[in-house]
């Protein structure tokens, strides 16, 4: 804890000032804009959070009809006596009568489940504990729901509460120790599950995931039967099944089972051995998403890593036409029944808030709904742009560029260069108000789409998988590389950004090539590749890194380990390392050892490390936190950058 002060006072005494307090200034206005997320409506209800501007948490509202006047279900705000509380998980049931709802606390990913009654706005009896990354699939008539969640303490080894995740069924009213257990796979510690019940409220649909990996199994219980004995559909790990819905008595699933970038098939859950068909095939975009809304397939592509919106029959997967998508950008959400005459989806841009839009199937009419956002800069004068560059190895990769429109080539841009290349995770255009305090002073916003990401499909993940994690630092390099070979800017100029598997990218880019940065930001960062899955729910990403522990695997593991790869007396450049003592997630012992080393190797450039004591890993985190840490941030990138 004395370390812990020390270092913060140190870092306080390099980014406070003038400068700092007028990034707070101008960082309190650029956030302050309403943002609503996409409507779903239960019953006769939509329901959608709101905040305001500057509200730290977002509201929960529910509203009756598209233009009827909207009340406060839940408001985090109001419930934050003893920290920050979050609201972090939410599953309405299906005539809008109750919200299951799931709240955090100071950041951790723990979360307890209430039930709130929607007509009134008070809480049941119910409340259901040792829940993380929560699953909740109500059944139609709304008596209950089913639900993940990982062993009570005490009940098995320590440590081992964050593992054996299992599946339960609660009804209302009963205590959790009543709770059904209703599946499980007691020998497979990684394992953990969705659930989700078909529209029809006949099939119940279990996903098993091992640790990180979208690689998945699939059950299905027959809920019109007497067997509770769920049905294997898919099984062995070998491909990723996503369960959109349920059409014609059988069963529809978005897989990349011989099809990296994605196919919608369907299976007989009552013959699973018939196997499975093709109902809408691989193309040339990856596919991401799907769902069954107004009897219509309604999926989502990423094309050149940034979104389009296509529609199927839900029979023969024919085309059934397209949803015009404005600009380059990022669907945020897509809502909608299968009986539904309308949906709902978000969309958002590098330069532009998310917009919410309601699509009538009916009219085939697109029209804004809800109220636009207003910002404190003018959109227009900023332009992005995709460019492609060659990687070490020749592989091509993309990568998108935001800044003021005509800046010229002088070499002298600071860029403020992203990334992350892990987990099949896609980095795709999104609003980031931060980001303009840098774009306002003639600075650019670089974001390539490396591998081990999910931009094009599950071969170009792999390809930033366990051994090859390597070519995930080479893309990035890259990139600095061109940005300066490209004429915009110079390795002085760049500042390289990332967080939790992002920053164990920028800690690892670092320390391989400290010559092609001017600073360096490792926020919440996977930093001792030896011994990350021995902390927390670090075992999960064995699936993605691989395990010091197999002898095959600790030599590509250490070769690239940041803490391990630190030199003495090596000239690194400027670094800020965040962490925050309630990660549940990524171990913040990680950060501190990587910041303590880098301090003990002894060079001149700053090493400073900002420790965050009520804040877990970045979900749930508190605006006028996010604005605090942000102004230290940018504080820290143009002092080093000597940006004015």
């Known amino acids: 804890m004395a370390w812990v002060e020390a270092e913060n006072d140190l870092t306080r005494s390099v980014v406070e000032g003038p400068a700092r307090d007028a990034l707070v200034k101008r960082l309190t206005k650029l956030y302050d804009f309403p943002r609503t997320s996409v409507p779903a409506r239960r019953g006769g209800y939509y329901f959608f959070t709101h905040n305001t501007g500057l509200q730290d948490q977002p509201v929960l509202y529910v509203q ?27 599953a309405i049931d299906d005539s809008g009568e109750f919200a299951a709802y799931g709240l955090s606390k100071s950041g951790s990913d723990r979360q307890e489940i209430f039930i709130r009654r929607i007509a009134d706005g008070t809480d049941l009896p119910d409340r259901l504990l040792w829940v993380k990354f929560a699953s909740i699939a109500w059944v139609k008539d709304g008596s209950g729901f089913y639900y993940t969640r ?17 599946v339960y069924y609660h009804r209302l009213g009963d205590d959790q120790s009543l709770d059904d257990l209703i599946f ?42 007497n067997s509770t004995v769920p049905v294997a559909l898919f099984t062995g790990f070998s491909a990723a099944y996503a369960f959109i819905e349920s059409a014609a008595d059988r069963l529809l699933f978005r897989t990349d089972h011989d099809a990296p970038r994605g196919r919608i098939i369907s299976i007989d ?12 095939p691989e193309s040339a975009d990856k596919l991401s998403s799907a769902a069954v809304i107004h009897q219509t397939i309604v999926a989502a592509y990423m094309h050149n890593a940034s979104d389009t919106l296509r529609m199927f029959t839900t029979l023969s997967g024919e085309p059934a036409g397209q949803v015009d998508l404005p600009e380059i950008g990022s669907l945020t959400g ?9 949906m709902f989806f978000g969309y958002t841009s590098f330069t532009h808030p998310a917009i919410n839009y309601r699509y009538d199937f009916r009219t085939r009419q697109l029209e804004p709904f809800g109220e636009r956002s207003t910002i404190q800069f003018k959109p227009d004068e900023y332009e992005t742009s995709q460019v492609w560059y060659r990687s070490k190895d020749g592989t091509s990769i993309s990568m998108f560029l935001v800044a003021r429109k005509g800046l010229p080539k002088d070499g002298k841009r600071p860029v403020l260069l992203t990334g992350y290349g892990g987990f099949n995770i896609s980095l795709t255009p999104a609003f980031d108000p931060s980001n303009f305090v840098l774009l306002e002073r003639g600075g650019m916003y670089a974001v390539p789409n490396l591998r081990g990401g999910g931009e094009y499909g599950e071969s170009w993940h792999e390809a930033g998988m366990f051994e090859r994690k390597q070519t995930v630092f080479d893309d990035f390099i890259a990139a600095a590389e061109w940005l300066a070979a490209s004429g915009y800017t110079n390795p002085k100029q760049i500042a390289i950004e990332g967080g939790s598997n992002g920053g164990l990218l920028t800690a690892a880019v670092m320390v391989q ?26 075992r999960f990403w064995i699936s993605e890194y691989g395990s010091a522990d197999d002898p095959a695997q600790f030599p590509f593991l250490y070769r690239y380990s940041p803490l391990h790869n630190v030199v003495d007396g090596a000239p690194y450049p400027p670094i800020l390392v965040t962490t ?3 990660d549940d997630r990524v171990a913040p012992g990680m950060a501190k050892k990587f910041a303590a080393r880098l301090q003990a190797a002894g060079h001149s450039a700053p090493v400073l490390i900002r420790v965050e004591t009520r804040a877990g890993h970045g979900a749930g985190k508190p605006l006028s936190k996010t604005i605090e840490e942000d102004a230290d941030i940018f504080s820290f990138i143009v002092r080093m950058l000597g940006v004015e």
């Open 513 to 538: 090539r400290p010559d092609l940065y001017g600073a360096v930001v490792c926020r919440v960062p996977v930093a001792d590749m030896l011994r990350y899955h021995r902390f927390t729910v670090g």
């Open 334 to 342: 897509v809502s909608g029944r299968p009986e539904d005459d309308e």
């Open 269 to 280: 859950p009552l013959n699973p051995q018939g196997g499975a068909r093709e109902l809408v």
């Open 184 to 225: 499980e796979k007691p020998d497979e510690r990684e394992t953990v599950f969705g659930v989700e019940v078909s529209d029809e409220d006949r099939w119940v649909v279990i996903t098993a995931f091992k640790g990180s990996s979208d690689r998945s199994e699939v059950y299905a219980i027959d809920r019109q039967s």
């Open 580 to 582: 925050a003592d309630t």
């Open 150 to 166: 990982f062993p009570e303490p005490g009940t098995v080894a320590p440590g081992d509460e964050n593992y054996f995740n299992k």
């Open 64 to 90: 009756e009809g598209t233009a009827g006047s909207r009340r406060v279900l839940i408001d985090p705000n109001a419930m934050s006596a003893d920290g920050p509380v979050a609201l972090t998980a939410l």
